[in-house]
């Protein structure tokens, strides 16, 4: 059984006891959801209580394994039910709205601090105690602020008062999206400054961790022999030592795949970005379960095949690893 | 994010028999600082509420007072509503920090009583808390509490405490379970076993205490993780936000728009405090860090040889000891992990 696929059946079995925890959640919480929902919208009728009912599975007829089974069918059917606060909407279309706008600005932005924050580490870690070394625990400052706290500063001092970046928002208002150059330069123009807060934010992280990965690294014997060889230092900087270190950088990435996306929701709720973290926001203060746990589902997946997409990078980047696929 | 990324995970080594008495000495500088910063905060959290000028929830009714700019009556200015933002920002350190530490130190018994004993019991045993602790980092951890804090009808102090407590875990557990495979197979241990010492014996003052360098150190971060999380779940409105926390006090900041006014003294020392506590315990933590592995540790000297010099003083390095026989179900659940590909070309002898 190659390695890949042996990481398959690992998030599989990750992704399932998501979708548990997710379905037990509604039913072990102290509290009635169905209650909740109906006295924040006065205007839906007591009819609608047994709707509500059969939409979270709560109270549903049934056993509890009749129904968990019913509700992994419709969870593979993509089919989330329909949304309490935007009544008519299916879970699924708000999904389908709101995903492309996150991916496409966190994820461009967490591959840049990542691969600023690994060259400086490199840097860092080959002249230990040089400049960059020092600057460490400054930066150390920035990663330890709230990251919302630094967000709302910069999106104060450069789009507020200095009308450097637009304020908030995905794009202009009154643009009708779509694949034409006002709504998609409108959309870079809008996204920059998130973009921004979050390489600044999560660089030193990288940075960090990988001026100890190479920290380590250096210290091997091959380092010292390929010195001793007479070779000259940018190869042994790069060809010896950094290639080596990426490894553990790259599980390092996929391990706090988790932290970027905590990241990511709490970057949409300050610039007010139509992705998927603000609408999990709205869910949470209008009491929409339903929309809630879609998200938490979503998320977890993505970041389950982020982390899929990791470990088939390493195993590429890896010889050794790719020798013993070979081998099986 | 605030949540520090763990370090150098796989490189823990054995401390080298740490003398009680000249601990504070071989600190690192940086832990230093970063344990001085954290003892005055632990002391404004001690004391701040007996030295509050105001009843931070108080508020004054004269308009004069309403976002009142910094001045001897008010030292740190006032809200909106006339409250001393001193007396919140005292009150809200220690109701962070007890939070925190209380997360902290739940969070990391769990992790030790976890990761000793998949490593220590081994076999079914280790892969099934493995594959649980693995599934739990890989699953984010922050939808999660907002979903399950979005549930809850009261989201007190405790509750909070209990969530962050709940998923806080698994980063320490499996980096304890790391080491103590590697202490396990040790002379030291075997001859405790041959001795017929008690299997709680053994863990409790032969296997835990050679870890107590790593269980700081998660320990420490688990505190990171717990403030950030904390304030990040206060700052979207999932907390209680009648009492003062450092977070609830952003909370209010942010929503009655204390930036748009102008009101710095109102937004800036809360997040300034939060960035300050933070900060500490990085410090902390890299220092620990590098009391337990000499690599990182500053070897005098700047420049690219500058680890020529560090060579000689190497201890020797703790070889992982060869993992457990496994038994045909565990070794099968095992392949699932991904340090099952690094196995087999780590192990001594397994040079790249």
């Known amino acids: 059984m190659s390695f890949i696929v042996r990481r398959v059946i690992f998030y599989l079995v990750a992704a399932w006891v998501a979708l548990t925890i997710n379905f037990f959640i509604p039913r072990a919480m102290p509290g009635n959801a169905v209650q909740a929902i109906m006295s924040k919208f006065p205007n839906l009728t007591p009819s609608a209580y047994g709707a509500l009912e059969a939409m979270l599975g709560v109270g549903h007829p049934g056993s509890i394994w009749h129904q968990y089974w019913s509700y992994l069918v419709n969870v593979s059917h993509l089919n989330f039910g329909t949304d309490v606060s935007q009544y008519p909407a299916s879970v699924s279309s708000l999904l389908a709205q709101t995903i492309p706008w996150t991916i496409t600005l966190v994820g461009t932005a967490t591959v ?92 030193a992280g990288w940075m960090l961790q990988m001026r100890n990965v ?30 080596n270190a990426l490894l553990p950088q790259l599980q390092g990435f996929g391990l706090a795949l988790g932290f970027v996306v905590s990241g990511a929701i709490i970057m949409e709720i300050v610039f007010s970005y139509p992705g998927i973290g603000l609408l999990l926001l709205n869910a949470v203060t209008s009491n929409d379960y339903p929309l809630m746990q879609a998200i938490f589902l979503v998320i977890t997946f993505a970041v389950l095949l982020a982390n899929l997409i990791v470990d088939v990078i390493i195993v590429f980047a890896d010889p050794r690893a790719r020798a013993r696929e070979g081998a099986r | 994010m605030t949540v520090a990324l763990p370090v150098s995970a796989e490189s823990a080594t054995v401390p080298e028999t740490p003398q009680q008495l000249g601990l504070w000495r071989r600190l690192p500088t940086k832990a230093k600082v970063g344990a001085v910063m954290m003892g005055v905060f632990i002391l404004a959290a001690i004391i701040g509420p007996l030295l509050t000028p105001y009843d931070p929830a108080f508020q004054n009714p004269a308009p004069a007072l309403s976002l009142h700019s910094p001045d001897a009556a008010h030292l740190l200015g006032t809200t909106q509503s006339g409250q001393d933002v001193l007396s919140q920002l005292l009150v809200g350190i220690r109701l962070t920090l007890e939070l925190a530490l209380s997360v902290g130190v739940i969070a990391t018994v769990l992790s030790v009583v976890v990761g000793v004993a998949a490593a220590y019991l081994g076999g079914v045993w280790d892969e099934v808390l493995s594959l649980a602790t693995n599934v739990f980092l890989v699953i984010p951890a922050l939808p999660l ?46 001859a405790s076993r041959e001795t017929g010492e008690p299997t709680w014996r053994i863990l409790a003052v032969e296997i835990v205490p050679n870890e107590v360098s790593l269980i700081a150190a998660s320990f420490v971060n688990t505190v990171l993780y717990a403030i950030g999380a904390s304030v990040a779940l206060a700052f979207i409105g999932l907390a209680d936000l009648t009492s003062w926390s450092l977070g609830s006090m952003l909370y209010w900041a942010q929503s009655q728009q204390a930036l748009q006014l102008g009101a710095w003294w109102w937004f800036i020392p809360p997040g300034l405090a939060v960035a300050l506590i933070g900060t500490a315990l990085v410090l902390l933590n890299t220092g620990i860090d590098e009391l337990g592995n000499p690599r990182l540790r500053k070897a005098g000297g700047t420049g690219v040889g500058a680890w020529h010099g560090l060579r000689p003083t190497d201890p020797t390095p703790v070889l992982e000891a060869a993992p457990p026989p496994r038994g045909r179900l565990a070794s099968f659940l095992h392949s699932f992990s991904r340090s099952s590909l690094l196995d087999e070309h780590t192990g001594p002898g397994g040079t790249p």
């Open chain 1, 112 to 203: 840049i601090a990542f691969a600023i924050g690994t060259a400086l580490g490199i840097m860092a870690g080959w002249r230990r105690g040089g400049w960059l070394d020092r600057v460490l625990p400054g930066l150390m400052f920035f990663q330890a602020m709230p990251y919302f706290f630094l967000a709302l500063i910069l999106l104060e001092l450069l789009a507020v008062r200095a009308h450097l970046f637009p304020i908030g928002q995905g794009y202009t208002g009154g643009l009708i999206p779509g694949w034409h150059w006002d709504f998609i330069s409108s959309a870079i123009d809008h996204s920059l400054l998130p973009a921004f807060t979050i390489v600044i934010a999560s660089v």
């Open chain 1, 214 to 243: 190479m920290l380590t690294t250096i210290g091997e014997d091959y380092v010292l022999a390929a010195q001793a060889k007479g070779l000259p230092d940018h190869r042994v900087v790069w060809t010896y030592a950094t290639r």
């Open chain 2, 145 to 190: 509490l907002i979903i399950l804090l979005g549930y809850l009808p009261q989201k007190g102090q405790l509750a909070t405490i209990v969530v962050l407590s709940g998923l806080g875990w698994p980063w320490g557990a499996r980096l304890i379970r790391a080491q103590t495979l590697a202490i396990r197979g040790r002379d030291f241990v075997a």
